[in-house]
């Protein structure tokens, strides 16, 4: 049969269907690549917590799967919505890459080495909130474009230095960036990071069974937790929320999760451990201790703080 894959048209979303599409191909599969555009794309000058919308990055691709006109779309693990849009299922997500967020520099310098006041330019409140927890005197700044984009900008002066995902600089052969990789405790990375997200129309069975060979069930319950505990604090795309789930030597799904105010000065950090078949559970039990400690206050704040 063929299949379909819509992707973003970005250098990194193409590599991300170009794997997946090699990886269908081995199977012996036919498949076409359907390069579409997705809001987030056509909006690509506006900060990100202006244009205030969820799914920006993906509805397009979602609407030409209910419609028909691609039978598999590859997203952006951290750019899905967690609410389930119907007709639709998560089938399939391949094995993660390196989740960890890159610090880069003019001088290859790291940060607690930038001037007083340094730019740093991120599109990500969660890592404007982290940036700041970590050295407040940072004059952290809206950043858009693609990969090459913000190096680029960069390079150019417009900022000292640049937050972006290790994932997307190793997938882009562009290691020689990754002049500091900040720990997992220092920044806790987005729901989903890192993570592919094959999603399919629900009644194609074939297509199911078939991604089932480049699933890895362990990095899927992972991001099951993560998107639970997400959907369970209610903070959406916009707010300054990370989790991280991976699974243990010992074979069980271990959450961090962190919730922080727009400036950095509020905390909130809890991790706990389950089985990796209790994902859901633990999603729902770390967000419920990060709402007793005051999540919740937190998070509506940054929700005030945001533009008409």
């Known amino acids: 049969m063929l299949i379909r894959i819509g992707t973003r048209r970005s250098r990194l979303a193409r590599w991300q269907a170009d794997w997946v599409a090699t990886a269908l191909r081995e199977q012996g599969q036919d498949v076409e690549l359907i390069p579409l555009s997705t809001e987030g794309d056509r909006e690509n000058k506006a900060a990100l917590s202006g244009i205030g919308s969820v799914g920006i990055f993906t509805r397009e691709i979602q609407r030409a799967l209910l419609e028909n006109e691609v039978d ?4 952006s693990l951290k750019d899905l ?30 940060l607690s080495d930038l001037p007083l ?4 330019g991120t599109g990500s409140l969660r890592r404007k909130a982290q940036l700041l927890h970590l050295r407040n005197d940072l004059n952290v700044m809206p950043i858009r474009g693609n990969v090459e984009t913000r190096i680029r900008k960069l390079k150019d002066g417009e900022y000292d ?10 997938r882009l052969e562009l290691t020689e960036f990754l002049h500091q990789i900040f720990s997992t405790s220092e920044m806790v990375p987005a729901v989903g990071q890192a993570a592919l997200g094959l999603e399919i129309r629900e009644a194609d069975k074939a297509l199911h069974a078939c991604l089932q060979e480049i699933n890895h069930p362990p990095t899927y319950q992972a991001v099951v937790a993560e998107r639970t505990l997400l959907n369970t604090l209610q903070g959406g795309c916009l707010a300054p929320i990370g989790a991280w789930a991976r ?4 074979n069980r799904l271990q959450l961090d ?3 922080l105010n727009a400036s950095g000065s509020q905390r909130l950090f809890y991790s706990a451990e389950k089985s990796l078949d209790d994902a859901i559970s633990l999603g729902i039990e770390t967000a419920d201790h990060l709402l007793d400690q005051g999540a919740a206050a937190l998070i509506h704040s940054v929700r005030d703080d945001e533009p008409d």
Request: proline share 5%.
């Open 72 to 75: 598999l779309a590859v997203h």
């Open 81 to 110: 919505p967690t609410a389930q849009t119907e007709g639709i299922q998560l089938a399939a997500v391949p094995l993660r890459g390196p989740c960890e967020d890159v610090l880069i520099t003019q001088d290859k310098i790291a």
């Open 117 to 120: 006041q340094s730019r740093v």
């Open 161 to 170: 230095a640049i937050v972006l995902a290790r994932a997307g600089l190793v």
């Open 247 to 250: 699974a243990t030597e010992s």
């Open 257 to 259: 999760a962190v919730v």
